[in-house]
C-alpha cells in the first residue's frame, strides 16, 4: 500500500533546512593533475581495486567497454530523462563529503580517483532490478547513490561505469505499529514526518536529517536516538528489499540478523531496494541548552569546567526518561556555529533532546555541576537545532570556518577526565562528545600537517585509552567478511561500487 505522508508540525522541507549541511565550495578540493581516472591493479578478487582495466578516461569520456550499448539501452528501459550524461551531472554524481579528509582528497590524496560516466535515475523501486540486470550483462560497474552525503568517498564511483542515483524512488510505501517502509530514495526527514502523524517517530536518524533511508542504512551507522539504541545495526533495520548483481537480478527480501552484510556496506553486498525501519512511540521533546565556564579547559588545575561539563553530560545521559541526544563542546567549536542566544562561544556547551517530562531533572543535572541553562525551546525548532549540531557538523562548522583542519572518531571514558594529554598528541586540538549509555564518543578535530603524523597520533591516543575509528579509508571496515562472503554471491563479477571492498 502506497500512503503520502501529512504535514507535521513543521513541514518536512523546513526541517531539512534546519538540518542539513549547505555545501561550501571552499572545503572542495582541486583534483589533483592525472587523477581523471582509476587505477590499480587486477588482485584476483572481484571487488579488491577500482582498475579492472576500466576507467572514466581523460575529460570525461567514457572508456568502459560496452557503456555506449548500455547506455543506448538504459534509455529504452528508463526513458531518455532517467539517463543523464552531460558534464555538470556527472562532476556531482562523482562526488561526496570525502573533501573533509585531508588525507583522501586535497593533500595526500589517498582515495582514488574516480568520475560517473552516466547517471541513472530510475523513477521506482521496481526499476532497479532491470537496471541492474543491464549493468551484469554489459559488464558495466554500478555505484549507487543516496543523497552524497557520506564523508568517505562511499558513493564515489572509483572504476567509473554508471552511477545509480535513488533520489527519485522516495515513496513511502507502508507504516505500521512499530515500522515503516520506503523506497531507498526516500528522506529520513520524511519518514519522520509521516511516522509523526501516526503517533510515532523514528529510532535514530543521521545528524544530516535529509539523508536517503538507503544511503543510512548503506552507508551510515548512527546519530540522533543512537543514546539508547545504538547504530543501524543494532535492530533499527527491520527488512531489506535487495537487488542482487546477477544476470536475473532477482530481488529477495533479509529480516533481522540476516539484513547485516548489507548495512554499512556500501552497497557491495547489493542494492537496498526498499527498507523497514524501526519506530517507537512519539514523545514530547524539547531542545535543552546549557553552558559551563571554560576557563580551565587547558590548564593544569585539573581542568575544572571540562570535568564539570562531562559529568552534566553524563547525568544527562542517565535521565529517565531517556533523552534522545546529549552532545558537548567546546568554546572553540562554538564559536563557529551561527549565533544564536542559546549557544555561548565563550563557554563549553552542552546540548540535549530531552522529554518535556524530564526538564526539571535536566536543570537539575546541569545546575548541580556548576552550569547554567541558556534556554529551553519546544519541538521541532529547539530538537532540531540540537541535532543539527551533533555528531560530525560540528567538523563541517570548524572546518568552514577554518582552514587545515583534520578530523578522527573517537571514544571511551577517559574523555571525561582531564583532556590535557588528548589534547597534547596534535597540534590546536578541539573537542565535541557525545552521550551514550555505552560510553561518551565523539569527534576530535586538529590542525593538519601530514598523514605520517595523523597516524602517529592515533597510536598515542590508543595509548592513552581512547578508542580510535579511522575515518580516513573509503572502503567497508564493518563485518568485513561477512560482507566479502555475501558478495561473493550477490555480486560474483564485482561490479557493484568496486574499490570499496578490499581483498584479504
Not at 575544572?304 to 553524563?314: E, K, N, V
Not at 589534547?423 to 605520517?452: F, I, N, Q, W
Request: aromatic share 6%; proline share 7%.
Amino acid at each position: 500500500m502506497t500512503v503520502n505522508p501529512r504535514p507535521a508540525t513543521l513541514s518536512a522541507s523546513e526541517i531539512r533546512r534546519l538540518t542539513e549541511l549547505v555545501p561550501d565550495e571552499r572545503l572542495r578540493p582541486r583534483p589533483p593533475a592525472g587523477a581523471d581516472g582509476a587505477d590499480g591493479g587486477d588482485d584476483g578478487d572481484a571487488h579488491g581495486g577500482a582498475g579492472n582495466g576500466r576507467g572514466n578516461g581523460s575529460g570525461g569520456r567514457p572508456t568502459t567497454p560496452g557503456i555506449e550499448e548500455f547506455c543506448a539501452e538504459a534509455t529504452e528501459l528508463l526513458g531518455a530523462g532517467a539517463v543523464v550524461r552531460d558534464d555538470a551531472a556527472l562532476t556531482r554524481a562523482s562526488r561526496d563529503w570525502a573533501h573533509m579528509s585531508p588525507i583522501l582528497t586535497e593533500r595526500a590524496a589517498r582515495l582514488p580517483a574516480g568520475r560517473a560516466e552516466v547517471v541513472l535515475r530510475p523513477a521506482s523501486h521496481e526499476r532497479i532490478a532491470d537496471v541492474v540486470a543491464l549493468a551484469h550483462r554489459h559488464r558495466i560497474p554500478l555505484t549507487p547513490r543516496g543523497k552524497g552525503t557520506g564523508n568517505y568517498g562511499q558513493a564515489i564511483p572509483l572504476a567509473g561505469g554508471a552511477v545509480l542515483d535513488l533520489g527519485r524512488c522516495a515513496r513511502i510505501l507502508d507504516a505500521g505499529d512499530g515500522w515503516i517502509r520506503a523506497e531507498a530514495g526516500a528522506r529520513l526527514s520524511e519518514l519522520e514526518a509521516h511516522a509523526l502523524t501516526l503517533g510515532q517517530e523514528l529510532w535514530m536518524y543521521p545528524s544530516t536529517f535529509g539523508t536517503s533511508i538507503g544511503g543510512f542504512v548503506s552507508g551510515g551507522s548512527g546519530g540522533t536516538g543512537s543514546l539508547v539504541h545504538g547504530t543501524t545495526a543494532d535492530g533499527f533495520v527491520r527488512e531489506l528489499t535487495v537487488v542482487p548483481c546477477t544476470a536475473e537480478a532477482t530481488p529477495f527480501t533479509v529480516r533481522g540478523a540476516d539484513a547485516l552484510p548489507y548495512i554499512h556496506a556500501y552497497g557491495t553486498t547489493g542494492i537496498i531496494a526498499t527498507a523497514t525501519v524501526s519506530l517507537q512511540a512519539a514523545r514530547a521533546w524539547t531542545g535543552f541548552f546549557a553552558a559551563f565556564p571554560a576557563d580551565a579547559v587547558d590548564d593544569t588545575r585539573g581542568a575544572a569546567g571540562w570535568r564539570a561539563a562531562t559529568a552534566a553530560l553524563t547525568g544527562l545521559v542517565a535521565l529517565d526518561p531517556a533523552p534522545r541526544l546529549v552532545s558537548l563542546d567546546e568554546p572553540a567549536l562554538v564559536e563557529t556555529f551561527a549565533p544564536d542566544p542559546a549557544l555561548d562561544p565563550t563557554s563549553i556547551s552542552v546540548r540535549a533532546i530531552v522529554e518535556e517530562a524530564a526538564l526539571p531533572e535536566a536543570r537539575a543535572v546541569v545546575e548541580r555541576h556548576g552550569g547554567r541553562v541558556l534556554a529551553t525551546r519546544p519541538a521541532p525548532q529547539g530538537p532540531g537545532l540540537v541535532s543539527s549540531l551533533s555528531f560530525n557538523h560540528p567538523t563541517y562548522h570548524l572546518m568552514k570556518a577554518r582552514e587545515g583542519y583534520f578530523h578522527l572518531e573517537i571514544g571511551g571514558e577517559v574523555l571525561l577526565g582531564d583532556p590535557a594529554a588528548v589534547k597534547a598528541v596534535y597540534p590546536d586540538t578541539v573537542l565535541h562528545l557525545e552521550g551514550m549509555r555505552s560510553g561518551p564518543v565523539g569527534m576530535l578535530m586538529a590542525r593538519y600537517e601530514d598523514e605520517a603524523t595523523v597516524y602517529d597520533g592515533i597510536e598515542s591516543l590508543e595509548a592513552l585509552g581512547v578508542r580510535v575509528h579511522d575515518v580516513h579509508n573509503w572502503y567497508v571496515d564493518r563485518r568485513v567478511d561477512l560482507v566479502r562472503a555475501t558478495a561473493r554471491t550477490t555480486d560474483p563479477l564485482g561490479l557493484l561500487n568496486p574499490g570499496k571492498l578490499l581483498p584479504r
